[in-house]
């Protein structure tokens, strides 16, 4: 089982975000058996029987073991995932594109690199994952708190500078067997988990 897994498929999409399958998906982080699931979610066990085929038959929960009792084979089935992504190729035709309007005071352009960066390691972590291979990539995530929207305009100025100036010393456009690699940072503020009366101020 992955700890996330992205779904590139429409209908693998539409699948799992019907409530009762995703209920069934979240259940589904350790095996259990349709009559297990029934018990927990409250539906009829052949009701669960029918939204697991359709889980299956997109790939979103995987046959552990069948057990036998008496005339009937219980099948015990697993998630493959923890948790699941749904890749913005999902929608095609409308997935956002962020070389439309380069802004970087933009939210809008943010959220369109967002989207990018799960189309894209989605498909690199779908290729890793067939290829079996170990996917090589890097993150940062922390939380700063500024005193004034010019201390935070001073941050962005030296966080770019920083950035470019790395990018500069190690980027080596004639390198024979070299990789491209993706560099994102952003800065946003941090969303709490009740808004309080402040969080909409403007820094």
Known sequence: MFEVAVIEDPAAAEVSLDPVRARLLAELVEPASATMLAAKVGLPRQKVNYHLKALERHGLVEL??????GNVTERVMRATAESFV???VVLAAVQPD???SPDQLSARWLLALSAQ???DVGALMTAADEARKRLATFAIDGEVRFA???DRAAFAEELAEAVTGLVAKYHDETAEGGRDHRVIVAVHPSVASKAAPNDAKDF
């Open 148 to 150: 004034s929207a010019a």
């Open 117 to 119: 960066l799960v189309r």
């Open 64 to 69: 552990v073991e069948e057990r036998r009792k």
């Open 86 to 88: 749904i890749s913005p």
């Open 98 to 100: 962020p070389a439309r």
